[in-house]
């Protein structure tokens, strides 16, 4: 078979790969470290996805130089308005349900279809796409049938930057320090004077926050409606719970291995079918290994 | 002012009341009454067969958030799946309808007669071989119990042997729930696709759709619904009934006493499954169609709304929930659609933040004292200050008739 289409096809999964990696991100902070169950986080998603629609759209009043580069604006905006959304439903919402996870589930999941109805009130029903800047467009060619666009390639950089943060904020600084031991004894943390109730708020808030930066990357590549973070929640939590939910290393091999499976099993058969067909597959693996890809021993 | 002495009608009330609240038994067996008399008399005889017709299809619901208060409220096993097993059960019996109503003669027009229409759409040349066994009826009935019953064991023992539970599990039934609408949607030649299975006529010749039949499904449904509350009440009254509260609060001491706590959650689940399968086969009869539409995570999920609306631990308050939420999801579409999410987000959130025992656990001590201090100024507006018995003084119920008088 020819080369190329590997390639291509190869490409396809690690755009899949990157948009389920950019959500388990935040998800796994929140879920892994806090074993809070967070339905909405599709909808933080779709926060940073709409906010980076308006930001693209305010180009024609600020002038072409905010057309050119409104997109590292809207990062840092969808960033800190997901945080800002995700810290008040912490406060109000989540803080009050530590105890009960399952309910926590239900009640996130609640807030999701909130969300979702004032998004379709905001924004109408039909989906939206943000003007792409034109160093976003176009495509590389490395050979005359392989066709790589350059969003794609943006995405993949963004996801590999900010995993990359993720992973030395909490190996390599003082807050990661705080955020980890509050995982591994809450008590004890608390007694060496860790603030746990801060440092909950803080975690729930960048966990929301990075699913605003998945929102913003997320326009790079498709359009975005009310439900667009919805569609990919089951998968996201498969991810993080195939991954281990406790190592970010498992969530990011989980993620890889599920796009790619999903890339490689579209070639052979029909869409639906290739998802089918990942899915069980996940669900036969946490069957007969319910921990995941990679955990931590815990003495809780 | 002087003491007044309690009206005939309050102290009535009250002894009525006190035995309730004091006597479990009692009161589940009112409630039981009540609820019969309810389903078997006052909705037939007050409302139209359009209506009926919908309160049976609402009715069916109630068989899923019966399940889910075995397996939730007591079991404290939270499935975001149970729209699996209904819509299992609903399609089981969809398939024998759909083979009765395609009989060669009707579907002549086709380029092979004798196979359901969606088939022949799809360019199916004969009946796929899992659909053959579905020509009997008693092969039916008894697949409608099964087969999900068969995926809740396997499902259940996979999981619960591992001593998976909680938050895992409920995102891994939510997965199994999106496999299977996805898996239905994707294989139409075999499933009838999006829109279901459709056009469904006659059970054994007898037309189904016929306002009398539709009142006889009715009943058919109710008694079998009575009878599922009867099964959960001698199921929650019995020994197994206790382990499964006890494992619900403290899961390792109930392990570390002896008991097989993975299969004594495994057979909670199964039974919620067969519950939600019977309420999907009446679905399929009741509403004429089945589709993937009662699969998916979104009805799978309302189910539990149902069940937390009104109580996730009290079997009446199952099948109430299901009423008064579906009733508002139909009033709502259809008057305000844009609404609908609205409210049942907010009914969520609240449900659980604010009265986490839904309609079921409304405080009947306080309620009791309200309905007194009501039904004593009905009576005797005057002099009905007094209260005989030490309960908390409302400043203002008090005040209201003092300034009257």
């Known amino acids: 078979m020819d080369l190329s289409i590997w390639a291509m096809q190869a490409f396809n999964g690690l755009s899949t790969f990157c948009v389920l990696l950019l959500m388990a991100l935040g998800l796994a902070i929140i879920f892994g470290q806090m074993g809070v169950i967070n339905m909405a986080h599709g909808e933080f998603l779709t926060i940073g996805a709409y906010t980076t629609f308006l930001l693209s759209q305010a180009g024609s009043v600020l002038g072409d130089w905010f057309q050119t580069w409104y997109f590292p604006v809207a990062i840092v905006v969808s960033f800190v308005l997901a945080g800002a959304v995700g810290w008040l439903v912490e406060r109000f919402m989540v803080r009050h349900l530590y105890r009960r996870p399952l309910d926590t589930l239900l009640a996130t999941w609640g807030l999701s279809l909130v969300m979702q109805q004032a998004f379709r009130s905001g924004f109408g029903a039909r989906e939206v796409s943000a003007t792409l800047p034109d160093w976003l467009m176009g495509s590389l060619k490395p050979t005359a049938t392989i066709d790589i666009p350059i969003n794609g390639l943006f995405m993949m950089a963004l996801t590999a930057a900010l995993t990359g943060l993720v992973v030395f904020g909490l190996t390599s600084t003082r807050f990661g320090v705080w955020v980890r031991a509050t995982v591994q004894n809450r008590a004890m943390a608390s007694a060496a004077g860790i603030n746990t109730r801060k440092v909950d708020e803080l975690t729930f808030a960048i966990g929301c926050g990075l699913a605003g930066v998945a929102g913003a990357a997320f326009t790079t590549i498709g359009s975005t409606g009310p439900t667009s973070g919805s569609l990919y929640i089951v998968d996201t939590f498969l991810v993080v719970v195939f991954g281990g939910a406790e190592r970010l290393i498992g969530t990011i091999l989980s993620a890889f291995s599920i796009a790619q499976t999903q890339a490689a099993t579209e070639f052979f058969m029909t869409g639906s079918m290739a998802k089918v067909l990942t899915l069980s597959t996940i669900i036969v693996i946490l069957m007969l290994r319910p921990q995941g890809l990679f955990s931590i021993k815990v003495r809780r | ?405």
């Open chain 2, 1 to 405: 002012m002087e003491r007044a002495t309690p009206s005939p009608w309050s102290a009535r009330f009250r002894s009525f009341t006190a035995r309730l609240s004091s006597e479990k038994s009692t009161r589940e067996n009112a409630s039981f009454v009540l609820l019969a008399v309810l389903l078997l008399l006052v909705f037939p005889l007050g409302l139209d067969v359009f209506r009926l017709n919908l309160v049976g299809k609402y009715l069916t619901y109630a068989f899923v958030a019966l399940g889910l208060v075995l397996c939730w409220g007591y079991g404290g096993i939270l499935s975001l799946g149970q729209g699996v097993f209904f819509g299992l059960g609903g399609y089981c019996m969809a398939m024998f309808l759909k083979l009765e109503a395609s009989d060669p003669k009707s579907t002549a027009i086709q380029s092979t007669p004798g196979i359901p229409d969606f088939m022949d759409w799809n360019q199916l040349k004969e009946l796929p071989a899992f659909w053959v066994p579905f020509e009997s009826l008693p092969f039916t009935l008894l697949a409608v119990l099964v087969v999900p019953g068969l995926l809740a064991l396997v499902v259940g023992l996979a999981m619960f042997k591992r001593r998976v539970g909680g938050v895992y599990f409920a995102i891994i039934t939510q997965a199994i729930a999106s496999i299977l609408s996805i898996l239905i949607i994707g294989r139409q030649g075999y499933t009838g696709g999006v829109n279901g299975i459709t056009d469904l006529k006659t059970l054994l010749g007898w037309d189904i759709r016929t306002d009398e039949a539709k009142v006889i499904l009715y009943y058919v449904n109710a008694v079998l619904l009575l009878g599922a509350v009867l099964l959960g009440l001698s199921l929650i009254r019995s020994k197994l009934g206790r382990l499964l509260v006890a494992l619900r609060d403290k899961e390792e001491r109930v392990l570390f006493t002896g008991y097989d706590v993975a299969s004594l959650k495994t057979f909670v689940f199964v039974l919620a499954a067969m519950l939600s399968a019977v309420g999907g086969a009446m679905f399929t009869l009741q509403v004429g169609f089945m589709s993937p539409s009662f699969v998916g995570i979104v009805p799978s999920i309302e189910m539990v709304i149902c069940a937390a609306v009104g109580g996730r631990s009290s079997l009446f308050g199952a099948i109430y929930g299901s009423l008064l939420v579906n009733f508002g999801k139909t009033y709502f579409s259809e008057s305000f659609p844009e609404l609908w999410l609205f409210v049942i987000g907010f009914l969520f959130i609240a449900v659980v933040m604010v009265f986490p025992n839904g309609l079921a656990g409304l405080d009947l001590m306080k309620m009791r004292s309200f309905i007194e201090s009501k039904l004593r100024r009905f009576q005797k507006p005057s002099v009905g200050l007094s209260i005989p018995k030490p309960a908390p003084s409302r400043p203002g119920v008090t005040a209201a008739p003092r300034s009257n008088g």
